[in-house]
């Protein structure tokens, strides 16, 4: 993957955030499905782990970088779940959101293509930047699709 490609992905993703906007506030808060996160949630979940890398990872990775295991999946996405519902509103989050990813993305333009070979370690997961990026990417699509599917559900 090339650094126009993900920073043309962190850009639509922006522009998918924005478009979150229309959505009435009961479907936001609602659960996505029975015993499932609600969409402001699942952007929660996303913007959380954006910032997460840029805390943690981005600004250490160089070749050969072994950094600290991912925090506990299950404890860290409950704690996204929570500050989705903690009082804060769709708007607030979203725009929360494009600021992260407008970090990611200078990020991303400071790189040099050979920079997103480097590999290092996260715990015991090896990954090149490059590889780092996919996976996110990845994640971003799989969440935007679920929450695509309710959204279009609800229109029908």
Sequence with gaps: ?????IIDHH???????????RINDKEWFQPMEENKWSIAANVSHM?????????EILPNVS???QLSPFPDFQCFNGEAEKYAHGGLNKEALIEEGIKTRDSIIAYV???S?????????VGDQSFTLEE???????????HQEQIEEVVSAEKA
Excluded: V
């Design 47 to 55: 913007i959380k782990w954006d910032q997460y890398s840029l805390e």
């Design 113 to 121: 293509e050979t920079d997103l070979q480097h590999s290092f370690r």
């Design 11 to 21: 850009e639509s993703f922006k522009l998918w955030l924005n478009e979150l906007k």
């Design 109 to 111: 333009y400071s790189l």
């Design 63 to 65: 070749e050969g970088a």
């Design 132 to 142: 780092f990026f996919e996976d996110f990417i990845g994640h971003d699509k799989h």
């Design 1 to 5: 993957m090339k650094k126009e490609q």
